[in-house]
């Protein structure tokens, strides 16, 4: 019901993901910022899986849900969700996905290395893989028919990029449906050049870690500046910013478009 307030419809709580993503982290901020713990408002803790259920559940009954949304994700595809503005910018005003890289990576793999300069692409060409593998599809096989529809595109990725003559590298990422995706693609465009590639997925701070401490070479999974701030300070100078691999991410607080009356932050006090 529009005209009730929002708090007690939805137990003034706002669906959230796994506890290590950096959304969470931001959103525990917006709660202090905004006024909202003191109305009790609270960020639950699940999964990206559980949270999409609870939301497709609540778009099927028109019911009122606050949740921790971002972008490039199907969930925008899929569903007629707003972001609520953020006038404190807890969020940040631009927001990356960038390449990191282990220390020394660059003098011990240049061609891999290499690679990772060149890799980037757009939301719109990293859907084309996240839908395919959200509508059932195999993620290495989205990413092989990628490749195949965008030969040029893997051209300037492998652009410099000598053989790889079966040199193995490990790439970290975190299962967001954006990094499953480009996880994917960066292993199979470095297959077809000769490299032998393990993708290994964890949670963000075992993947910041991996990559700080060595144990993985890259990940393309690290989402700066705002939502992976903290991972990001935290092992400063132990890994390399290699480049941003994606323009025009967003993170924040979501609602389903039938909220009219909930456009912003501020909104939820009311
Ligand atoms: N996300 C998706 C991640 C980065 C990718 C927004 C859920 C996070 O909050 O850390």
Not at 31 to 36: A, I, P, S, V, W
Not at 57 to 74: C, E, M, S, Y
Not at 215 to 238: C, E, I, N, Q, R
Request: proline letters at 4%; charged letters at 20%.
């Amino acid at each position: 019901d529009a005209t009730k307030a929002l708090g007690p419809q939805v137990n003034y709580t706002i669906t959230g993901i796994d506890a290590g993503a950096g959304v969470m982290g931001n959103t525990q901020t917006a709660l202090e910022k905004y006024g909202l713990t003191q109305k009790n408002w609270q960020l639950q803790t699940s999964s990206t899986a559980a949270m999409t259920s609870v939301l497709d559940k609540a778009l099927k009954n028109k019911q009122p849900i606050v949740i921790t949304g971002w972008v490039p994700h199907w969930m925008f595809t899929k569903y007629d969700l707003k972001f609520l503005d953020d006038p404190k910018k807890v969020y940040g005003e631009s927001e990356g996905i960038h390449t990191i890289a282990r220390l020394g990576l660059k003098k011990d793999q240049p061609g891999f290395y290499q690679f990772l300069e060149n890799f980037n692409w757009t939301s719109d060409q990293l859907a084309q893989v996240m839908l395919q593998i959200n509508d059932g599809g195999d993620p290495a096989k989205a990413a092989k028919n990628y490749l195949k529809k965008h030969p040029e595109q893997l051209n300037t990725w492998l652009k410099n990029v000598p053989e790889g003559k079966g040199k193995t590298v490990t790439v970290a990422y975190v299962a967001w449906d954006s990094e499953i995706a480009s996880a994917n693609v960066a292993k199979a465009a470095l297959e077809s050049r000769g490299y032998k590639v393990n993708i290994r997925s964890m949670d963000a701070q075992p993947m910041w870690t991996a990559v700080a401490t060595g144990a993985a070479d890259a990940s393309l999974s690290a989402w700066l500046p705002v939502t992976h701030d903290a991972y990001a300070k935290h092992f400063k100078g132990k890994y390399v910013d290699v480049r941003t691999n994606l323009d025009g991410a967003k993170t924040g607080l979501a609602v389903p478009t039938y909220m009219t009356n909930i456009n912003s932050i501020s909104d939820l006090k009311n």
